[in-house]
């Protein structure tokens, strides 16, 4: 092969992105077999509930600080876009570091207690065990130190089965959690992984004797499957929040909330803004806000067509173009993008497909109710019964009460951008695991954990 200019500037390039960080011992936490990546972390289980709950929070921090080394940060958010295809770079910088800071640790572990005539019992959460975390392609490497963080602060060890398109990045994470753990002294193997992910092993996984709980973060298939496990199962599935606006809300502000929640990391969040359904008394103006904040508004029949063409197949959303900019679907129909355009919106009925489909990406569809009680009712039909996440601009209580509760949302944010409901600009801790099927909610440390009772009969009462 001829050594040309061009292909040392690739050879360079390649070492960069690999070498982003030092190099990784290759091997911490990696495992060619599902077994083997099971059997390890089950030692690893077993050596760490020897050690102090101190040592855990040792543990947490080692994690936090790796990822928030900010050329890792780079790395994975780079490395996402590039390998995923999906999202942009700020934003998943962002995401990762609120992931490594905002997740609960050890301090979840709160103890509770009986003391009478009878003695002293207590109620303290265990760790299950070894578990097997399935994790997305939408949020690969945030997920994986959100669930790493909770998982072993509640003292379990953990086999992570990441998505395919996902796989060399989650290698590279879970080779570097693995180190930084070696450096503080953890067992080895406490958090694992196979080297070529697929759906054979997860489904192996899933049937391991030695897995004792199923975290599955992704889509309604693979909810479904780890219910049907027949082990303690957590399902955090998809979801297509509604935005409803209402004459009482401040129009310009819910209008920038929206742009904002919606294009952050190109749609991908399951949290985002996926359709808005406003009072027909003020969705003029909100349209007109929106455009103000970088919507660009497609009103020609034939284009909307094109889109619907271009981004839907078989009532999902085409892969290549989850988590695609605005300005890359627009290039995708032949139009060149005007400056400034974060979104495309565009009016439509209830029922068109873009309202009605999980997009995950910045197509921001708005529908026209006559009033606020015809805009709740129809976000409830938008929500398909997933009970994720909801959002409504509004100043009128008794309409805030009538959306929430029949929503049902494990998350209802209220006059602020989606984003506000993960803790990213609202109260409240980060998560990457919003289990609405199995009722868990926003899981953290002591969703990882088994309540157990301990009961010291006729002591320890010093009363
Ligand atoms: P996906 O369902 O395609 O994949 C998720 C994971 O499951 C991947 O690791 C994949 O390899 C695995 N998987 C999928 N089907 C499987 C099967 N039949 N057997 C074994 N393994 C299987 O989802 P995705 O495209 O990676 O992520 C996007 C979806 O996830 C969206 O629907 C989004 O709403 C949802 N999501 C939910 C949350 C949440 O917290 N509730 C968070 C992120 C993403």
């Given at each position: 092969?001829?050594?040309?200019?061009e292909?040392i500037?690739?050879?360079?390039?390649?070492?960069?992105?690999?070498?982003?960080?030092?190099?990784?011992?290759?091997?911490?936490?990696?495992?060619?077999?599902?077994?083997s990546?099971?059997?390890?972390?089950r030692?690893?289980?077993?050596?760490?509930?020897?050690?102090?709950?101190?040592?855990?929070?040792?543990?947490?921090?080692?994690?936090?600080?790796?990822?928030?080394?900010?050329?890792?940060l780079?790395?994975?958010?780079?490395?996402?876009?590039?390998?995923?295809?999906?999202?942009?770079?700020?934003?998943?910088?962002l995401?990762n570091?609120l992931?490594?800071?905002l997740t609960?640790?050890?301090?979840?572990?709160?103890?509770?207690?009986w003391?009478?005539?009878?003695?002293?019992?207590?109620?303290?959460?265990s760790p299950?065990?070894?578990?097997?975390?399935?994790?997305?392609?939408?949020?690969?490497t945030?997920?994986?130190?959100?669930?790493?963080?909770?998982?072993?602060?509640a003292?379990?060890?953990?086999?992570?089965?990441?998505?395919?398109?996902?796989?060399?990045?989650?290698?590279?994470?879970?080779?570097?959690?693995?180190e930084?753990l070696?450096a503080?002294?953890?067992?080895?193997?406490?958090?694992t992984?196979?080297?070529?992910?697929s759906?054979e092993?997860t489904?192996?996984?899933?049937?391991?004797?030695?897995?004792?709980?199923?975290?599955?973060?992704?889509?309604?298939?693979?909810?479904?499957t780890?219910?049907s496990?027949?082990?303690?199962a957590?399902?955090a599935g998809?979801?297509?929040?509604?935005v409803?606006?209402?004459?009482?809300?401040?129009?310009?502000k819910?209008?920038?909330?929206?742009?904002?929640?919606?294009?952050?990391?190109?749609?991908?969040?399951c949290t985002?803004?996926?359709?808005?359904?406003?009072?027909?008394?003020?969705?003029d103006?909100?349209?007109?806000?929106?455009q103000?904040?970088g919507?660009?508004?497609?009103t020609?029949?034939?284009?909307l067509?094109?889109?619907?063409?271009?981004?839907?197949?078989?009532?999902?959303?085409?892969?290549?173009?989850?988590?695609?900019?605005?300005n890359?679907?627009?290039e995708?129909l032949?139009?060149?993008?005007?400056?400034?355009?974060?979104?495309?919106?565009?009016?439509?009925?209830?029922?068109?497909p873009?309202?009605?489909?999980?997009l995950?990406?910045?197509?921001?569809?708005?529908?026209?109710?006559?009033?606020?009680?015809?805009?709740?009712?129809?976000?409830?039909?938008?929500?398909?019964?997933?009970?994720?996440?909801?959002?409504?601009?509004?100043?009128?209580?008794?309409?805030?009460?009538?959306?929430?509760?029949?929503?049902q949302?494990?998350i209802f944010?209220?006059?602020?951008?989606?984003?506000?409901?993960?803790?990213?600009?609202?109260?409240?801790?980060?998560?990457?695991?919003?289990?609405?099927?199995t009722?868990?909610?926003?899981?953290?440390?002591?969703?990882?954990t088994?309540?157990?009772?301990?009961?010291?009969?006729?002591g320890?009462?010093?009363?």
């Open positions: 092969m001829e050594i040309t200019a292909l500037a690739q050879t360079v390039a390649k070492v960069m992105a690999a070498g982003a960080t030092k190099p990784t011992a290759s091997g911490m936490g990696i495992f060619e077999d599902v077994d990546a099971v059997t390890a972390a030692k690893a289980y077993k050596e760490y509930l020897g050690c102090s709950l101190k040592f855990r929070g040792e543990v947490v921090q080692a994690i936090r600080d790796l990822a928030c080394v900010e050329e890792n780079r790395y994975m958010a780079e490395q996402g876009v590039a390998q995923t295809g999906m999202g942009n770079v700020p934003d998943k910088i995401k570091r992931a490594a800071l609960p640790g050890v301090e979840e572990l709160v103890t509770g207690a003391s009478g005539d009878d003695g002293l019992t207590t109620i303290e959460l299950f065990g070894v578990i097997g975390a399935i994790t997305p392609t939408t949020n690969p945030e997920t994986i130190i959100n669930n790493s963080i909770g998982m072993l602060a003292g379990n060890a953990v086999v992570f089965s990441p998505h395919p398109r996902a796989k060399d990045l989650s290698i590279w994470l879970v080779t570097k959690i693995n930084a070696d503080v002294g953890a067992p080895a193997n406490l958090v992984m196979v080297r070529e992910p759906i092993h489904n192996e996984l899933m049937c391991h004797p030695e897995v004792n709980m199923l975290v599955a973060t992704g889509g309604p298939g693979i909810v479904k780890v219910l496990s027949g082990k303690k957590i399902g998809a979801g297509n929040p509604p409803v606006v209402d004459e009482t809300a401040n129009i310009e819910a209008a920038k909330d929206i742009i904002d929640g919606c294009t952050f990391d190109n749609n991908l969040p985002s803004e996926k359709e808005v359904i406003a009072v027909d008394s003020i969705c103006l909100l349209i007109f806000n929106m103000k904040h919507a660009l508004l497609l020609d029949p034939e284009v067509d094109r889109l619907q063409e271009l981004v839907i197949k078989d009532g999902h959303p085409r892969t290549e173009w989850v988590g695609k900019s605005a890359a679907i627009l995708g032949g139009i060149t993008p005007p400056p400034g355009i974060r979104c495309l919106i565009m009016e439509v009925e209830l029922m068109h873009f309202v009605q489909t999980e995950m990406m910045p197509v921001l569809p708005v529908v026209r109710a006559k009033n606020v009680d015809e805009a709740i009712d129809w976000a409830v039909i938008c929500e398909h019964g997933n009970r994720h996440t909801g959002i409504m601009h509004s100043t009128n209580v008794n309409s805030l009460t009538r959306m929430g509760k029949l929503l949302t494990t944010v209220k006059n602020g951008p989606s984003f506000a409901g993960i803790g990213v600009g609202g109260e409240g801790y980060i998560c990457f695991t919003i289990a609405g099927p009722g868990e909610g926003l899981t953290s440390t002591s969703t990882f088994r309540k157990r009772r301990c009961v010291l009969v006729g320890l009462n010093v009363r």
